[in-house]
C-alpha cells in the first residue's frame, strides 16, 4: 500500500456515478455514497489506476504520478 499515490477527485467534474467507489476493494473511499470521498489514502496500491479507468468523466489524477503506465500487481485489474 502506499502513502505516495492515492487519487485525487476533480469535484468540479465528477458526475458522482459512484463507479470508483464501488471498483475499490482497497477501503480508500468512503462506501454507501456515490460521492467519492477519500478516506483512506494509505491503502490505494501504488500503480492502480482501477477507479481512474472506469471513471467516465475522467476526475480522477493520483498524487505521485510520474506519467508512466504500469500495472500495480495487485488482484484488481487496474489496468
Same mark, same amino acid.
Given at each position: ?24 476493494? +482497497? ?30 468523466? +475522467? ?21
Amino acid at each position: 500500500m502506499s502513502k505516495k499515490w492515492y487519487p485525487v477527485i476533480n469535484t468540479e467534474t465528477c458526475t458522482e456515478c459512484g463507479a470508483c467507489v464501488a471498483k475499490c476493494s +482497497h477501503g480508500v473511499y468512503e462506501t454507501g455514497t456515490n460521492t467519492p470521498k477519500v478516506i483512506y489514502a494509505e491503502g490505494c496500491v501504488d500503480g492502480c489506476r482501477g477507479c481512474q479507468n472506469l471513471c467516465p468523466s +475522467h476526475s480522477i489524477d493520483y498524487v505521485g504520478d510520474t506519467g508512466q503506465n504500469s500495472s500495480c500487481g495487485c488482484s484488481c485489474s487496474c489496468v
